[in-house]
């Protein structure tokens, strides 16, 4: 098995006026991801996933990587990485480089285990046959009754977690944390994510409001950087503080754990260099004490990716489910996960376990060589007019 071609699909959802809604970075106009194909000689197909610029994975996949790689073994996961890494590591290490290595790393470990007729968690040591998942949404909102509603919809669903975002302003968090709790009632998890807007002594505040609450865990206070306020937070907080979607490779989550700033670690394999380097965190994080709950804000296909990653840990807890109406997780899938009892079924075929939708892929792709339009699309927003920084208060 060689591999013989890669190529880099870019695919862009422009949201609807009437369906846009506000976070810390401003109004959501759209969504991204870039979708990665890896064909082998012998026909068979891996999909991996990059959640980065879009015109960047392309440029480091298609002009760097890929001239490379053609021709090797792509069973030979563990050997590719390091390839790739070494290849990236002048302009990489962390960011698009290692993301788009991750990509490609996904899709390895797809074919690999098409190849060997195995699931990826079972490669990896996992014989789960469920992983529990959380509904994230709960965006901002000047109706606290809707907001109520909307989260007792995704306990309807099936969903025994709840993920929210705070970080409007203090009163409107200490509301609307108890307003969830109140809609959900006291057996369902509640998650707050604070967008990295609270000085030290809010979020220390708050910490109270969410013990109070019963917080399952307290997510990005601070920005990615601000490791010594982690710290210093953790050492006075009763609720399990967490991070990582804004980190990279292992490293970087050495550097949180050695420090002890968290609690959960929140690494992506379509971010954080793919389901080879998450693994190596959750398992770095097994050492620390601390537990595994993967990001994923981009696609069903790294949602799948990351699903592997955490029932191969034995302190992997849960996986992300954007509930925010984003096609490329509600739809790319030919056969959607489905929620039963807080928890996703595990796929059963070899490898990821499995198949895309053409249709959407076809209906979303940009064009290569077109031009990214401007626009805030979540965790990337690019255009001065969609530039948006809220200050920590």
């Known amino acids: 098995m060689k591999i013989e071609d890669i190529e880099v699909i870019n695919l862009r959802y422009e949201i609807p006026p009437e ?34 610029h879009p015109e960047l994975v392309r ?13 090797d073994d792509p069973r030979e996961v563990e050997a590719l990485w390091s390839k790739m890494y070494q290849a990236t590591r002048w302009y990489g290490r962390k960011g698009a480089a290692l ?38 949404a709960l965006l901002w909102t000047d109706s606290l009754e809707s907001l109520g509603g909307e989260a007792a919809g995704y306990v309807d669903q099936g969903y025994r977690r709840v993920k929210m975002r ?7 968090d200490v509301a609307s944390v108890r307003t969830v709790r109140q809609a959900v009632g006291p057996a369902v998890d509640v998650i707050v994510d604070a967008s990295m807007r609270y000085s030290l002594e809010v ?13 399952f865990w307290y997510e990005e206070p601070f920005e990615p950087e601000d490791i010594d306020n982690y710290v210093a937070l953790r050492r006075h907080c009763k609720v399990p503080v967490a991070a990582g979607e804004n980190e990279f490779g292992l490293q970087g989550f050495r550097e949180l754990l050695r420090a002890g700033a968290l609690d959960v670690v929140q690494p992506d394999a379509c971010r954080a260099g793919g389901i080879s380097e998450c693994h190596r965190v959750g ?14 804000w981009s696609d069903a296909l790294a949602l799948t990716a990351n699903m592997h990653v955490v029932a191969a840990l034995p302190n ?12 490329f997780i509600d739809d790319l899938l030919a056969e959607p996960h489905r929620i039963e009892d807080g928890c996703f079924r595990f796929p059963k075929a070899p490898g990821l376990g499995v ?8 209906r979303w792709t940009m064009p290569a060589g077109q031009r990214l339009p401007t626009g805030a699309y979540s965790d990337m927003s690019f255009g001065k007019q969609y530039w948006v920084f809220r200050e920590p208060y």
């Not at 705070?166 to 409107?172: I, P, V």
């Open 19 to 52: 369906q846009r809604t506000s976070y810390a970075g401003g109004e959501l106009t759209g969504r991204l991801t870039s979708l990665v194909r890896v064909t082998a000689s012998d026909g068979k197909v891996g999909w991996g996933s990059a959640y980065s």
């Open 283 to 296: 398992q770095l994080a097994q050492e620390h004490g601390a537990r595994v709950a993967t990001h994923t």
């Open 316 to 327: 992997g807890i849960t996986v992300e489910v954007d509930r925010t109406g984003n096609p």
């Open 355 to 362: 198949d895309l939708n053409e249709a959407v892929i076809r």
């Open 59 to 71: 440029i480091v996949i298609e002009d760097h990587l890929k001239p490379l790689l053609l021709g």
């Open 99 to 136: 993301s788009a290595l991750g990509a490609l790393d996904i899709a390895f470990w797809d074919l690999r285990g098409k190849a060997l007729g195995k699931t990826v968690q079972e490669l990896l040591g996992g014989s789960r046959d469920r992983v529990p998942a959380y509904a994230s």
């Open 203 to 215: 979020a220390r505040r708050m910490g109270t409001v969410l013990e109070e609450n019963r917080v």
């Open 166 to 172: 705070l970080g409007k302003d203090e009163d409107y």
